[in-house]
């Protein structure tokens, strides 16, 4: 009984798609730091959340009226995905954030493109992008509750009948 709350604890584990998500790159260029944040992570092919955080150098006051553009292209097979990332599409309103669908699996090279008061600021990384799950793989911890909680079902009734016969 006392690692009933444990395993439902972990076979309830749902995936959360939020602002935010993991660090994959900081930088400082010109007058920023910027930080982008992928969700879900790791970055598998299909959609994902990028999420960008602009501040400023000094005293990394955050930036809210930049226009910020994502360009990525794949190493390999040259697939370009281009992506305005804005405040209006991000629920945290201090983030700027774009949906972008990956087409494949592979090293994409992000460049981001920040223009603020004239100034336009380039910085650019890599992302590692892995090939998309199964289409099952999303709704596995679904399917495995209802016959993990019959097993425990069983278990917990188990113990019940060995504690009356005692």
Known sequence: MKLLLPLLAILARVPVFADGGTVQLRKEAGDLVITLFTSPSPVSGGLVDISLLLQNRNGLDPVLDATVSLALRENTSNSEVRAPATREQARNKLLYAAPVTFPTPGKWRIVITVVQNGRETN???????????????????YLAFPPAIIVLFVIRERLIRRRAHR
């Open 123 to 141: 910085t650019s990384g890599t992302l590692d992008v892995e090939q998309a799950p199964g289409n099952a793989t999303p709704y596995a911890s």
